[in-house]
Structures are given as structure tokens and as C-alpha cells.
């Protein structure tokens, strides 16, 4: 099966600007150019390029995606899938069009509302929000995830631009966006600082405050941010689910002693095949994410329960009702056994005291930026 070889262009995706100034972009033989800047972007295999650092991490092995992008180019990305994704659960985080059903949280509008999913990943958040919006710009730092949704893009025939750029250098024109899409994202923002000052890293809490505060600068006044991302104390983690960088228990404790044992105990972590010896992908309580999320400028947050988790969002609670609350835990049962009848009854009474919210194992989070006044 060929791939049309279709050429993404300024005209198709008005909102790009120089991630540097936030300028306006001219294309220029292949090129993105900045007036003040100059070139900082190209175009190869139907994506916008703004960063070509040649780092991997991802859900599958970094030969079986390049092998993977083989086929899809010659065969399709379904049978690709089908071919090199023998997990059936990682099938359908790749496929899956319900993983977004998150976007119901949302107000759209087909023929207006612009969208921008950061760290995209595979596609599969990008897909599903394509045909209920005007277009989506499906962000995505590593070489062969974003290759992978151009493929997709250009053979379905859907409004999802490839853009590879950091999440700390987001090209887009100031007051220019409708809607971010931060699922699983907001966590890995303080991993890695990209301007160290003096050598020294930023705290993952003010890496993460400065990527909040660059998405509210490039939303338009009323525009929205929607987020996925874990309970620094849900319930899987006191059930001893690893943390991101592949330890148990490492969310629970006081950052200092976070930090201490990720340096003693460093595992590989999943997804990015490196043992990392700082504990920095911080998650927050159910108060402290409302108020990370209020310090960067945005209002009338909201909070969901979503399980089984923001990846598969099947069930979506409103947090500040207990009522629904109480019914979710009414409904929700595990196999006949003691375990899990004890299991359910501790769920009952943590709804019943209001104390499930504050337990949910992951949050989903919609926020505006708020209109100017006149």
C-alpha cells in the first residue's frame, strides 16, 4: 500500500510560529523560516520538524518500531500493528478510538476548534479527537512515534498534523489554540530540563509550572486544557504499582526520601530504557493538582476519577459529587473472593466518608484560561 506523499504546509497549519520568538513563519524551500531566527524548521515524510534530536523511548523497542514503520509504509498501519504488536493490551492503547473518550468533557466545534495533543505518542488521543474538531496538531518529540501518526495521518486521510518539537518548545503563535490535550504528560515535563542554568537542573516542579504557564500563553482567552495524569496517592500506588521511573512506593514518600532512593535503587525505566538516579516525574494530590494547576493562570477546574486509568478512561466520575461517588463504588465489585470482597467494602467506605476522591488512582482534569476582561 503507498503512502500519498503530500507535503504539510504553512497554509494547512496556520497556528505554527517560531518556538524560539513565537514569530510568524514563512515557508521557504522546504523550509519553516523565522524572520528573527531563521530556519527552524523542515519538512520530510509529511512532518513539520522542529526538533531532530536523535533520542528513543517508547512502548515498543526502538528496531521493532523502525520495523514497524516499514510495513506501515508498504502494507498499512493496521496490518503493521497487527503484524509487530503482539500484546493485545498495547494493540489497543495504539489503536483504541475509546481512549479519548475524554474529549466529552470538552465543548468542540468541527468546523472551528483547533487542538494540540503534546507528547502524542502513537496517535491513538490525536485520532480519536480528529473528527470532532478542526484540526489537531498530534506533538511528539521521538523520531519513530511521530513518523508512525504521519504514516497513519496521510492513509486515513484525517486532520491530524505531524509535529516533532519538545514540550518546552511548543511552536505555536501566541493566543492561537482552542484546546491542549496533556495526557500523561504533565509528569515527565520535569524529567529533564533543556536549559540547565549553570549546569544545574530546575526543580521537576518549576519545569513542570513553566510548561503549564507556556500552554496558557498559547491558548486563546475561554480556550481549555484538558489533563490525564495520576494520584500521587491513589490507590494503585498504595497496591505497590511502580512509579514512572520504574520503583514502587517512590510517590508515596517525601520528595527527599523520593530522591534518595531512586539514587540508591535507580531501575530502568519503562518506556525509556534508562536508569534514572533522581526522582523527577512528580505527581500531586487532589489539591495540590488544582492548585499547580490555578498558580499557572488557569480557572474553573475540574476534576474526574477515571478508571481503570486516563488511558482507558471507561468510567468517568465527577469528583466533587460524593452521591456519584457512592453509586461508582456500589458498582464497582471484583471476583467472589475475600480479598476482593474486602477490597470492595474499603472502596464503599472511603465513598461513603468522601475520602475516595482523594484516593482515585488517576485524575482527569479540565481547566480554561480565562476570558479578558474589556
Known sequence: MSTPR???????????????????LDADAGALRCARDGDVAGFADNIVEFDRSAMYWGELTQETMRALLDDAARDGWRPAVA????????ARYITDPTRGDWQWLLRLDRKKTVAVDVGAGLGAN??????????????EKIAERVGFVALRAAQDGAAVVPVRADLHALPFA????????????????GLVDPQPMAGRAATPRSLQERFLRRLHCLLRPGGCIYIGIENRFGE????????????????????????????????AAPR??????????????????????????????EIWSVAPGYNVPTRIVPLADRNAMRWF?????????????????????????????????????VARRPEERS
Do not use: K
Open 6 to 24: 503530500t507535503r504539510v504546509s504553512i497554509e494547512i497549519a496556520p497556528e505554527l510560529a517560531c518556538p524560539h520568538c513565537g514569530g510568524p
Open 126 to 139: 490525536s485520532f480519536a479527537l480528529a473528527p470532532n474538531v478542526r484540526r489537531v496538531y498530534a506533538v
Open 83 to 90: 503484524a509487530h504488536v503482539t500484546d493485545p493490551e498495547l
Open 174 to 189: 501566541p493566543a492561537s489554540i482552542d484546546v491542549f490535550v496533556v495526557n500523561g504528560v504533565l509528569e515527565w515535563a
Open 236 to 267: 494503585m500506588f498504595w497496591r505497590g504499582t511502580p512509579d514512572h521511573q520504574g520503583l514502587r512506593y517512590t510517590s508515596l514518600m517525601p520528595r527527599p526520601l523520593a530522591r534518595a532512593y531512586t539514587f540508591a535503587r535507580a531501575a
Open 272 to 301: 525509556t530504557y534508562r536508569r534514572e538516579r533522581d526522582y523527577r516525574t512528580y505527581t500531586y494530590s487532589l489539591a495540590a493538582t488544582r492548585r499547580l494547576v490555578e498558580s499557572c493562570g488557569f480557572d474553573a477546574v
Open 329 to 365: 463504588a456500589s458498582r464497582t465489585r471484583g471476583a467472589s473472593s475475600l480479598r476482593n470482597r474486602a477490597r470492595d467494602a474499603l472502596r464503599r467506605g472511603l465513598a461513603n466518608t468522601g475520602l475516595a476522591a482523594q484516593t482515585a488512582s488517576c485524575f482527569a482534569l
